[in-house]
């Protein structure tokens, strides 16, 4: 087999997210705004990903791009990446936890798209972490508001304390969704030891429960 067969986890998550914003804007009237959320900035690459794919829909502007951390070095290090390519249109920063979510919608907005890489910020302190409990209500939060044909990206790592709990939180969670609302898919490295991880993906099929 070819090095590189398979691509990396993230690389499936941005195309799955692509192709929901490439989705819903094809439906969408030009007048409606769009949405999206990065739920966990870390050091801005997801945010600076969702803010291209979403002026290339989007040109002349009408998005919404929310990106939330706890932490203000993650803040500072996500403008800093998207002011460097010119990407700050339509981007709001927040220091909020992502489970606040509902309280910073704009309004009108269709969701199209949310991305979340749990754990903890690359180089930072490594006991400050997503946890599993404010993980969950902000997933029923965007899955509340998640548009039809959009998609629920999150990167799980369960290597680190905490990190296995969350994961199998989320893992229920995911699982526990109804399959004629939604469809869901799990991707991992089954013989990866070190540092394990896991990719959900979830697709809202419609808004019946």
């Not at 939060?141 to 989320?170: F, K, M, N």
């Amino acid at each position: 087999m070819a090095a590189h067969a398979f691509p990396e986890l993230t690389a499936f998550s941005r195309q799955a997210v692509r192709s929901a914003l490439e989705h819903c804007t094809a439906l969408l009237p030009a007048n409606a705004p769009l949405l999206a959320v990065d739920g966990t900035c870390g050091n801005g690459h997801d945010t600076l990903f969702l803010a291209k794919e979403l002026a290339a829909l989007r040109p002349g502007g009408g998005f919404h791009l929310l990106g939330f951390d706890v932490q203000e070095a993650a803040l500072a290090a996500t403008r800093a990446r998207l002011k460097a390519a010119n990407a700050l249109e339509g981007v709001r920063l927040l220091r909020e936890g992502h489970e606040c979510l509902a309280g910073f919608l704009p309004e009108d907005a269709v969701c199209a798209a949310a991305v979340y890489n749990l754990g903890f910020l690359p180089g930072s302190d490594k006991r400050l972490t997503t946890r599993a409990g404010t993980t969950l209500a902000a997933l029923r939060a965007v899955a509340d508001i998640l548009a039809p044909g959009g998609v629920l990206s999150v990167h799980a790592y369960a290597g680190h304390p905490g990190g296995q709990e969350e994961a199998t939180a989320v893992d229920a969670w995911f699982s526990a969704l109804p399959y004629t609302v939604w469809t869901v898919a799990r991707y991992s490295h089954c013989n990866k030891a070190r540092n394990p991880e896991i990719l959900f993906l979830a697709e809202r099929k419609s808004h019946n429960d």
